[in-house]
């Protein structure tokens, strides 16, 4: 009904910059907060940013001043620009999205398949 398909991950160089996207697709009605998570391994998903429609932003402290996150409502995309990365950045990544399917339907959130950053020398 409604799928997230994330791309741009990697192993990237500490120091090194990588940008991932998600897309969204399927039966959508509207978009309202859209968000990356990760998850390392042998640890807990946590959040790392968000973003909400009209393009509100929050980071979590770990990340603040070096990842930026972005969206394209005509796009139904959200993308995470990741710079100075650290090896403690290393995790799979996650998009979630808030969907509602049609005009009366109550809002869902839906998660993609996640894409692995691997930060190493």
């Known amino acids: 009904q409604v799928q997230l398909v994330e791309s741009g991950g990697g192993l990237v160089q500490p120091g090194g910059s990588l940008r991932l996207s998600c897309v969204v697709s399927?039966?959508?009605?509207?978009?309202?907060?859209m968000a990356w998570y990760r998850q390392a391994l042998g640890k807990q998903r946590e959040l790392v940013a968000r973003?909400?429609?009209?393009?509100?932003?929050d980071y979590a402290d770990s990340v603040k001043g070096r990842f930026i996150i972005s969206r394209d409502n005509a796009k139904n995309t959200v993308y995470l620009q990741m710079n100075s990365l650290k090896p403690e950045d290393t995790a799979v990544y996650y998009c979630?999205?808030?969907?509602?399917?049609?005009?009366?339907?109550?809002?869902?959130?839906?998660w993609g398949q996640g894409t692995q950053v691997t930060v190493s020398s």
């Open positions: 979630d999205a808030g969907v509602k399917t049609s005009i009366g339907a109550w809002e869902a959130t839906y």
């Open positions: 399927g039966r959508i009605f509207s978009i309202n907060v």
């Open positions: 973003i909400t429609r009209g393009g509100i932003t």
